[in-house]
């Protein structure tokens, strides 16, 4: 997604919780509405996009399912990295949720791990794992940064010609 459709997707999406939120009548909404502003809400997103992982098919929807997965945003960015995450289970439901059908449930939790790359990484070394953006601007829009070295960077031009 380009920036400036990303961010009136975020204005609009901040605008209609905005919303939401001052017309609820629950008590306990009264600190969220003091707080709720389109700077901390800007935040959020920020936090989440720049934490979202990838990963095939969970609760077996699309290929590019976006979760959230606690410990591997730490690892840096390498294009050649130390670990990689590898499956360690299967990513099976062992419950039930309400009264919910089987293909509406929910994974309590993906069976993953990070696995070294390389055999000779030692303890007390830095975790890299590959992001997968591919040229700058991916980089900077969706993850805040650009790296020094990007091999075969590319950008997206949009050219327009006047009609003859």
Partial sequence: MEAEPLLIAVHRQYARLYQMIAQSPVAGFDNLRNGFTLSAYKWAVQIVQTRQNGYPGVNHME????????????????????????????????????????????YIGLKLSLTPKKEDLK????????????????????LGFIPDEIPNDASRLKLSLPKC
């Avoid at 591997?72 to 299967?90: E, K, M, P, Y």
């Avoid at 303890?123 to 969706?142: A, D, I, N, Q, V």
């Fill in 63 to 106: 290929l590019n399912d976006l979760v959230l997965i606690p410990v591997l945003d730490l690892c840096n960015h390498a294009f050649d990295s130390t670990v990689r995450i590898a499956q360690t289970g299967d990513d099976k439901f062992t419950g039930k949720i309400g009264s919910k059908t089987a293909k509406n449930r929910l």
């Fill in 123 to 142: 303890s007390g070394s830095e975790l890299t794992l590959k992001y997968s953006p591919s040229c700058s601007s991916e980089f900077f829009l969706h």
